[in-house]
């Protein structure tokens, strides 16, 4: 079985600092691992993924993440916040066999200016 | 190229009724998930389907809930004498290829089902 575990509800950032939102996973086999964002309203946008290869992955919007296969990790990161980040995350993992997405619970990130 | 089409994008059914949601896929993408999201929840996976064939059906619910991908036209997500506790956002999602080879899934802008 697989999981994803994002521990925090919602993370509150200041424009211009940097943010990061902390995702967590749980995989049988080699893990494939992305992040989406929502808007109120509406669908999940694809912002990146981490198939194999560098473990900092570079995303849309400025986003990167890091994948850190000690801890589990796949934490979205981002230099300097912007008020319209402002959004829903969703951290999702799926294994080599598998075809379904197991998401998190999601994160809600509020930039305040 | 037009993304994942979902309709409606909203829906209001009486207890008893029935709710048909419709997803197209993608240009090209033969592969079609639907997920379920609950009110302040994640995405939960429902149904993995090709065309006109079932793949993984783990998550659905065992009454009432069916879904197809015809040989023609858009995937139907069908439920059946609706529940209250069905109200929830219904995301379709398509991929070219398994999802697990290299590709990711692009996903329609959700039909939210509101049952009265």
């Known amino acids: 079985a697989q999981s994803v575990a994002q521990p925090e509800d919602q993370v509150n950032v200041a424009e211009g600092n940097p943010l990061t939102v902390k995702c967590t996973y749980s995989v049988s086999g080699n893990p494939y691992l992305f992040w989406y964002v929502q808007y109120p309203n509406r669908g999940l946008q694809f912002l990146l993924k981490?198939?194999?290869?560098?473990?900092l992955v570079k995303g849309s919007y400025g986003f990167e993440a890091e994948f850190n296969k000690s801890q589990t990790s796949f934490h979205l990161k981002k230099p300097s916040a912007l008020v319209s980040d402002s959004a829903l995350y969703f951290c999702?993992?799926?294994?080599?066999?598998?075809?379904?997405?197991?998401f998190g619970g999601g994160t809600r990130l509020m930039v305040k200016p | 190229n037009a993304g994942v089409m979902q309709n409606p994008r909203h829906l209001v059914r009486r207890r008893g009724q029935e709710a048909r949601l419709r997803c197209s896929p993608m240009k090209g993408h033969s592969h079609v998930y639907w997920y379920r999201q609950l009110p302040e929840e994640g995405l939960k996976f429902m149904v993995y389907?090709?065309?006109?064939?079932?793949?993984?059906e783990s998550g659905m619910p065992k009454e009432r809930f069916s879904a197809e991908f015809p040989k023609e036209g858009p995937s139907i997500l069908r439920i059946q004498q609706v529940v209250r506790g069905d109200s929830a956002a219904y995301f379709c999602?398509?991929?070219?290829?398994?999802?697990?080879?290299?590709?990711?899934?692009?996903f329609g802008p959700g039909t939210r089902l509101t049952v009265l």
């Open positions: 389907l090709q065309k006109e064939n079932i793949i993984d």
């Open positions: 999702a993992v799926t294994d080599n066999a598998g075809n379904m997405l197991t």
């Open positions: 981490y198939i194999t290869g560098d473990n």
């Open positions: 999602a398509s991929s070219p290829r398994l999802a697990g080879d290299n590709n990711e899934q692009f």
